[in-house]
């Protein structure tokens, strides 16, 4: 069965912090998916990775296939940045993704 | 390009009562997804499609069925609504398999459904 989970559940930081989430996967064929779900409940697509790093304005993400781990960085954070962050690994057919329970973002002024 | 769109956006149903959740998308995108999401939860598949006229189901399917005879349109309907389905309902999209090639999928804006 694959397994997706997240740290931290809650994250709480000031504006201008450096911020990580974490992901650990059991399955992991070609792309891990980085999502973002803002407070109105809207989700976007931040990132699919299957090696090495991506940058897309503050936010990186790394991933370690041999570990199956996945980081989501996000620099000089700002209170925009509040939302819940989620990962996502696919099954083994490739044909669905397994989430994480996501990791609830809060910066403060 | 619209993208993911559902209606209705908010549904109060009583126990027993049927309905359908409905759900388009203009990208010509193969693939479809329901999910539903339980407050501080993480998203669970109900059913999907690969394409017309195929569908499978997911992780929490009872209580549920669909059918995909368009590319655009992937209803999910709602039989004698229990409590326990009430949640957010979500639609999503992709090109293909977001695994294997690494197609992200779509959202759309939710439905959020309450049985009483």
């Known amino acids: 069965k694959n397994e997706v989970e997240q740290s931290p559940q809650n994250l709480t930081a000031q504006e201008g912090e450096f911020i990580t989430i974490n992901c650990s996967y059991s399955?992991?064929?070609?792309?891990l998916h980085w999502l973002q779900q803002h407070p109105g409940g809207g989700i976007v697509s931040l990132f699919m990775l299957s090696s090495g790093k991506k940058k897309h304005g503050r936010l990186i993400a790394t991933i370690n296939i041999q570990e199956k781990h996945s980081s989501l960085h996000i620099t000089a954070s700002h209170p925009r940045d509040s939302a819940v962050y989620i990962c996502?690994?696919?099954?083994?057919?490739?044909?669905?993704?397994?989430f994480g329970e996501g990791t609830q973002l809060t910066v403060n002024p | 390009n619209a993208g993911v769109t559902q209606t209705p956006k908010f549904r109060i149903l009583k126990i027993g009562q049927s309905m359908t959740l409905q759900c388009t998308q203009d990208m010509n995108h193969n693939y479809m997804y329901w999910y539903r999401q339980d407050p501080g939860m993480g998203l669970k598949l109900i059913y999907y499609s690969v394409g017309a006229g195929i569908t499978d189901k997911g992780e929490v399917p009872n209580g549920y069925n669909v059918s995909r005879s368009t590319t655009e349109d992937f209803p999910l309907r709602l039989e004698l609504a229990a409590p326990s389905q009430t949640s957010v309902y979500f639609c999503?999209?992709?090109?293909?398999?977001?695994?294997?090639?690494?197609?992200?999928?779509?959202f759309g804006p939710g439905t959020r459904l309450t049985v009483t």
């Open positions: 399955v992991g064929i070609s792309a």
């Open positions: 996502a690994d696919p099954e083994t057919s490739g044909s669905r993704l397994t």
């Open positions: 999503a999209s992709s090109l293909s398999a977001s695994g294997r090639r690494g197609h992200e999928q779509y």
